[in-house]
């Protein structure tokens, strides 16, 4: 709806309607302080009966009110008066409200949070288009009077509807195209143009979002990509054209997807730009991938100009293929599992579809997918062949002079005085350069040079003004090493001459062809990304933390670098002319270095760990890499060798293995190694039946040490006990820590138990003698529980066991001596286990009994006392005497529990002795 608002009028009347009496207030004192006149109300009665008073010129009420809705106050103040503009105004528009509002007539729907300065902007180009929209009523009063204005307007946006959502028709022939919206309005756009010199357009974009509000702030772009495709710009350019306008939308959570594409029938050249997109897929007749364009920049509207670089990724195209490119509704399908297929899933459905019918028989075999699609879905099928009449078209069209990828992928200043304007070149400049920062204002050259960093520059200055020289002093003071290329008249090369101390580039006269012209920018850059590129090699030569030796062919060292000086203490005039055998330390044979002269030989490489000597005679270990570098005619010119030092980490390197395998305290073998060892033995014995023994160690009492002495004390009285045990056992056997006070000892082939018996008695002896620590004489000795193979177990684990139930046994007898195995230990072992299971249940099961021995004093025959003695009744067990129980209970701590139960029933039995 348009409004009726007079834009001469001083001062406008607006009617605000809002439920939220702090919003409307703040609402309405910016109004006023813009010079408008302000009506507040806060529902819709309120707000229908100051519209009655007093008419306003215009309308801002929010959709959602206490008493009633900005819909409903709309319909009725559109019947009181339809020229009313209205502004609508909510935290949350779906499509549905959003079609319904501009069905309506609605003027304008702004999201809330509202930015006053939006809204301002907003009713002035209210105004603006009311002003406009009554000139053109005024032209066509014949044709209008049986329209109202609302319904015309109304006849507009059903007309913009019918536009966005009619499918693409007049295809090219070479283009296929499905696509299906998520609801009534895809957020997908896709365009394409076809020139007369052989150039083909297209993009495929996907807005963020949904429907309506997807797709109503991208409506521009399809004209818009028209537009610049018809001017014969680069891609990129178009990128950078089409982001700049997205971005000043300030829009914060809209932006665009985009994949752009220019295909050239002349050169037979495909050109993709992939901004947000999945990746595009160039797939030939036999199912084969030729190129996946991959996103190389971020969506369209995220980034300012300066910070938006999209990269162009360009192929020949040398026999018939297909490009595919989909928005990421198809790459989000689901199957019937509800898996999300991902682009892998796409790329290998079109690469196993053998058929010309490749796109329809993928949307045949997606369909049920795509029935229950939750997002967009858009495909293109696009075939790049050269037809033969395309190529008799092409040949009767102009040559198209294509931009260098140089132009493509650099940024580019160009500074023309105004007097020297020439807009042809201009333009012809713009079509074939990617970024092209252009300006007529010395003072913006400057800030356009400082914020962009731009790879070439072009002047096309009067060399006389007095600012000229000034510019090209600051350019050069902030950098010497961009390209300047100046555009000079005849008269001017006198001049030229004083501007060569500012390193400019080169000078073109501004007569030039544009071709020649383009050229020279190329070559130009060209020469300034390979003199860039040498002086990065240089300043990794330089700077490189590895060490590097460059020779002739005849190994004669013409330079090394600061890392070799720091290696190996010689400096550069110490060692150039002379060979590398300056650094042989003498470990390696002639063997070595005939293998290693062999592989460079051979393969052109070689690498590996070398012992070499410093200046200060200092062997040290490092990692070597020699490569060859060859002419043009594969004769050997170079060798450059590489090298780092790695005697520390290799020192490193042992230290963690060692830790990885030893007891870091003592340095005896830990669980780990000891189980590996023991398993390799037990493998060799049971194949050659041989016997060895494996001993549990606990030191006794060893807590007591830690508990009062410290655990300082503690580890260096460990420390010896290991050496003790070390001069005890031969090399063949292993002895390990397993952590605390015990350890493991594996006997490798003993001749006998008995000898097992006298290594084990041994043992004992020596760890029992005093043990002096920090002045302080110790005693120590130790329980050893002793299991051998094969007599008491023929796997890991059982021996294991065996032998620590055979050191606690050790323990019970004493300590201070050792124990084989025995089976009987093991059944003794599970009958104790089983009676201190039984007894934690014996006191809830009221399985004990206390029995009470009467105490009688023989002179006067009288009972003076009573001793009670406990007795357990199990169920299966029947009658258990304390002797069995006792000391379990004594070891498992049950025998507090016990003892308490004891108290409390003779106390018990007590009472009703007195009571009786």
Known sequence: MISQINVNEAIVKILLV?????????????????????????????????????????????????????????????????????????????????????????????????????LIETISELQKDHANVKRLER?????????????????????????????????????KYFSKPAGAVSGDLFSEYNDRKGLHYLF??????????????????????????????????????????????????FFISLTLICINRVQNKLQILNCGNPAALLIDNNNKVLARFESGEMPLGILPSGKFHPQVEEIIIRRPCHLYCYTDGLTDLKNSRDITLGEE?????????????????????????????????????????????????????????????????SKILFVQDENRSQPHFLTY????????????????????????????????IDLLRS??????????????????????????????????????????????????????????????????????????????????????????????????????????????????????????????????????????????????????????????????????????????????????????????????YNDSLTGLSNRSLFHDRLSQWLILAKRNQRLFAILFLDLDHFKHVNDTLGHDVGDKLLQQVAQRMRRCLRKSDTIARLGGDEFAILLAEPQSRTNVAQITQKICAEIAQPVWVDGKQLHISTSIGITCFPDDGDSLEKLMKNADIAMYHAKENGRDNFEFYKAELNEELHRKIGVRNNLYNALNNEELQLHLQPKIDLASRQVVGAEALIRWTHPELGMIMPDQFIPIAEESGQIIALGEWIIGEACRNAARFTEN
Not at 207 to 225: E, K, Q, Y
Not at 348 to 353: E, F, G, H, N, V
Not at 488 to 506: A, C, F, G, V
Not at 531 to 557: C, G, V
């Open 345 to 409: 899933a796409i790329e290998r459905s079109l690469c196993s579809i053998n058929s010309p019918l490749r796109f329809d028989e993928l949307l045949t075999g997606l369909s049920d997918s795509i029935e229950r699609n939750e997002d967009d879905i858009t495909v293109l099928e696009i075939a790049c062949e050269m037809q033969a009449s395309n190529r008799i078209a092409a040949s009767s069209a102009p040559a198209y002079d294509t931009a260098p990828a140089a132009l493509i992928d």
């Open 204 to 253: 495929l974009a996907d807005s963020a979002g949904h429907g309506v509000d997807a797709t109503m702030p991208a409506l521009f772009i399809p004209a818009r990509f028209t537009e610049l495709a018809k001017k014969s710009l680069a891609i990129q350019f178009i990128a950078n054209e089409l982001n700049e306008e997205i971005y000043k939308l300030s829009l914060s959570d």
């Open 467 to 660: 600012d000229s020289l000034a510019l090209i002093k600051l350019i050069r003071k902030s950098s010497l090493t961009v390209p300047i290329i100046l555009f000079h008249e005849h008269d001017d090369l006198s001049e030229i001459i004083n501007l060569l101390r500012y390193r400019i580039n080169s000078a073109i006269p501004r007569q030039e062809k544009y071709d020649r012209v383009l050229s020279k920018l190329e070559d130009t850059l060209c020469e300034n990304h390979e003199l860039q590129r040498q002086k990065f090699s240089s300043l990794a030569f330089q700077y490189s933390d590895n060490a590097m030796i460059i020779t002739d062919e005849h190994m004669k060292i013409l330079s090394v670098n600061p890392a070799f000086s720091a290696v190996t203490g010689y400096g550069e005039t110490d060692v150039i002319g002379r060979t590398p055998r300056i650094l042989s330390s003498g470990r390696h044979g002639g063997k070595f270095y005939k293998r290693m002269w062999q592989a460079i030989n051979e393969q052109g490489a070689w690498s590996g760990e070398i012992w070499n000597r410093r200046k200060n005679g200092e062997i040290y270990l490092e990692w070597l890499s020699i490569n060859t570098v060859r002419d043009e005619n594969g004769n050997i010119q170079n060798f450059i060798a590489t090298f780092q030092d790695i005697t520390q980490r290799k020192k490193a390197e042992k230290r963690i293995n060692f830790l990885a």
């Open 18 to 118: 809002e439920d939220e009496s702090d919003a409307l207030e703040i609402m309405g004192r910016y109004l006023r302080r813009k010079n408008f006149e302000t009506v507040l109300a806060t529902d819709e009665a309120q707000a229908l009966a100051e519209f009655d008073k007093n008419p306003p010129d215009l309308v801002v009420s929010d959709l959602c009110l206490k008493q009633g809705s900005g819909l409903t106050l709309y319909k009725n103040i559109f019947s009181r008066n339809s020229d009313i503009p209205f502004i609508l105004v909510s935290a949350y528009v779906d499509k549905d409200i959003l079609l319904e509002a501009f069905q309506l007539g609605i003027d304008m729907v702004l999201p809330k949070p509202i930015r006053m300065q939006k």
């Open 429 to 460: 400049l713009q079509r074939r350069s990617g970024h092209l920062f252009y300006t007529q204002h010395y003072s913006e050259a400057v800030c356009l040079f400082t914020e962009f960093k731009p790879d070439l520059i072009i002047l096309d």
């Open 139 to 175: 032209e066509l009063s014949r044709l209008s009077k049986q329209y109202s204005q609302s319904q015309h307007y109304l006849t507009h946006i059903e007309d913009r509807a019918r536009r966005l959502l009619t499918p693409i028709r007049d295809l090219s022939q070479n283009v």
